[in-house]
C-alpha cells in the first residue's frame, strides 16, 4: 500500500526497474527465459474455519474474468525460497516470475489456497532473511500496514482494524472466504485510485507480524480486505516449506513503518511478481 513520507521518494527506483523487467518479461523470448514448466497446486484444507463474527458489513469481491497479464506483490516467509502472494495474482498463469535486480527470478512450484485468496511460491530465490507471521488477530481500531505495488508503485497503505469476516468471491452467491476488513487511513506517499498490485503483499500489524495478505479493496468506502491469517498458516503448513519464525519489529507508528518497507525493498524482502498469460 503505502511507503513513507521519505523514504517513498527512493523507493520510486524499484518501480522504474519493475517497468522495464515487466518489458523484457512479456517481451522475451523462450530461449532468454528458459521456459522452466510452472507446477501449481490447490490446496483445499479440512479442518473448521475460524468462527467470524459480524462486524455490520457484507463485501462482495468482483469475478475479474479470465487471468490477463498483470503485476501483483509477494514476500519471503523462509530464508529457503519460500514466499507468499495471493492466489488470484498466480492463478491461471502460464509463467510466474518475481522482480530481481539484474532481472526475473522464473517460479516454477506454487501451491494455491481453495479457502482463501492465497497462494505459496516454493523453491524461489533464496533471501536474506523472512518475515514473522501470525495468526492472532489484531485489536479493534488497531493500525494494519499493507505494502506493495499498488499501480506498479511501491507504497504503503495505512488502515485501521475493522474485523474478522467473510467476503464473496466472484460476486454474489460466490465462493465464501474468511477475510480481515480495515478502514483505510492513509497512503504513504499520498495517490488517489485503485490499489491493484498491491494484492499478494503483506499485512503487519502494531508487533511487525505479517497478520494476512493483501487481497481485495472497496475504493468507495475505504475498505481493505486481507486474508484471514489462519487460513495463510494452514496453506503454509501444507507447503511444508516453511520451518523458521521470521523477523519482526516494532510498527506501532507509520513511520516505523514506512522505514521498515524501505528496508524490505532494499533487501528484496518484498518483491513485485509478474503473471505471464499466452
Known amino acids: 500500500m503505502s511507503k513513507a513520507r521519505t523514504s517513498n521518494r527512493r523507493g520510486c527506483l524499484p518501480w522504474v526497474l519493475g517497468a522495464v523487467l515487466l518489458i523484457v518479461w ?4 523462450e530461449e532468454e527465459w528458459g521456459d522452466a514448466p510452472l507446477s501449481v497446486e490447490q490446496f483445499d484444507p479440512r479442518s473448521p474455519r475460524r468462527p467470524m463474527p459480524d462486524i455490520g458489513e457484507s463485501f462482495v469481491i468482483a469475478d475479474p474474468g479470465p487471468q490477463q497479464d498483470s503485476q501483483g506483490t ?7 525460497g519460500t514466499w507468499l502472494t495471493a492466489q488470484h495474482v498466480t492463478h491461471g498463469c502460464d509463467r510466474i516470475g518475481l522482480v530481481a535486480e539484474d ?37 479493534e481500531g488497531a493500525f494494519g500496514y499493507h505494502m506493495g505495488f499498488p499501480a506498479g508503485n511501491p507504497a504503503v497503505v495505512v488502515s485501521r482494524f475493522l474485523g474478522a469476516a467473510y467476503a464473496s468471491r466472484g460476486g454474489p452467491g460466490g465462493q465464501s472466504e474468511p477475510i480481515l476488513a480495515w478502514a483505510e487511513a492513509e497512503r504513504v506517499p499520498s495517490f488517489d485510485g485503485p490499489l491493484g498490485g498491491i494484492s499478494g503483499g503483506p499485512t503487519f500489524d502494531e508487533q ?28 503454509v503448513v501444507a507447503s511444508a516449506a516453511v520451518d523458521e519464525s521470521g523477523e519482526v519489529t516494532d510498527l506501532s ?5 514506512a522505514r521498515l518497507f524501505q528496508l524490505l525493498l532494499d533487501r528484496g524482502i ?4 509478474y503473471c505471464d498469460v499466452r
Open 103 to 139: 532481472g526475473i527470478d522464473a517460479i516454477s512450484d506454487v501451491l494455491e489456497s481453495s479457502e482463501a485468496d492465497a497462494s505459496v511460491i516454493r523453491q524461489g530465490p533464496l533471501p536474506e532473511f523472512a518475515l514473522a507471521l501470525t495468526e492472532e488477530l489484531p485489536e
Open 270 to 273: 518484498i518483491r513485485q511478481v
Open 26 to 29: 512479456f517481451g522475451g523470448s
Open 253 to 257: 507508528s507509520p513511520d516505523r513503518a
Open 208 to 235: 511487525g507480524r505479517v497478520v494476512g495478505v493483501n487481497a481485495a479493496s472497496t475504493p468507495r468506502r475505504g475498505r481493505v480486505l486481507t486474508t484471514d491469517p489462519l487460513a495463510v498458516l494452514r496453506l
Open 74 to 80: 509477494a514476500f519471503a516467509v523462509d530464508r529457503d
